[in-house]
T-cell receptor, first 107, second 112 residues
């Protein structure tokens, strides 16, 4: 079993939709969780950094952590075409990534 | 967010030569730096983790004699691809961490 599992998609939604991106992890020792956004041929950009279970909100983005289920989510409200990118989850500590989910927001 | 500078952004080299890629944290001290390789439409593959002043820890299957990593200071790490071959052509990305991890913009290496 991989340490971080993420559905690679692709995921296509209309502009304005709510997007839900998810990852599961196997190592309960993970304490910090991060979401990155990567545009084609660019380095990943840190979107959200969370520690505890629960929700963390930043503008249109909400990160959710459920440590009991080893499940993390990223929600994007009012999605925009500029949100089209690959979204990657990572567990701090060893900085291994999930497969990344390719998101396309259609105008 | 913090800035991580990676150079060069693109490099083309001849087969058999060596290429050095630099990764600098510009406004914070990075106790740990990570090097990744990424193939088209695939996720980031962790190659090695380096802590300042220590030898890098390489992931299984990554040749440490081919991919030389130096982390001599808290703001600089280098990856040298030695005796490069066409199969080493890829997108290489570094990440620097003090608390959160920030990424450089990547280096596209083409070996001809």
């Amino acid at each position: 079993q991989k340490e971080v599992e993420q559905d690679p998609g692709p995921l296509s939604v209309p502009e304005g939709a709510i997007v839900s991106l998810n990852c599961t992890y196997s190592n309960s020792a993970f304490q910090y969780f991060m979401w990155y956004r990567q545009y084609s041929r660019k380095g990943p950009e840190l979107l959200m950094y969370t520690y505890s279970s629960g929700n963390k909100e930043d503008g249109r983005f909400t990160a959710q952590v459920d440590k009991s289920s080893k499940y993390i989510s990223l929600f994007i409200r009012d999605s925009q075409p500029s949100d089209s990118a690959t979204y990657l989850c990572a567990m701090a500590g060893d900085m291994r990534f999930g497969a990344g989910t390719r998101l396309t927001v259609k105008p | 967010g913090a800035v991580v500078s990676q150079h060069p952004s693109r490099v083309i080299c001849k087969s058999g030569t060596s290429v050095k890629i630099e990764c600098r944290s510009l406004d914070f001290q990075a106790t740990t730096m990570f090097w990744y390789r990424q193939f088209p439409k695939q996720s980031l593959m962790l190659m090695a983790t380096s802590n300042e002043g220590s030898k890098a820890t390489y992931e299984q299957g990554v040749e440490k004699d081919k991919f030389l990593i130096n982390h001599a200071s808290l703001t600089l790490s280098t990856l040298t691809v030695t005796s490069a071959h066409p199969e080493d052509s890829s997108f290489y990305i570094c990440s620097a961490r003090e608390v959160e991890a920030f990424f450089g913009q990547g280096t596209r290496l083409t070996v001809v």
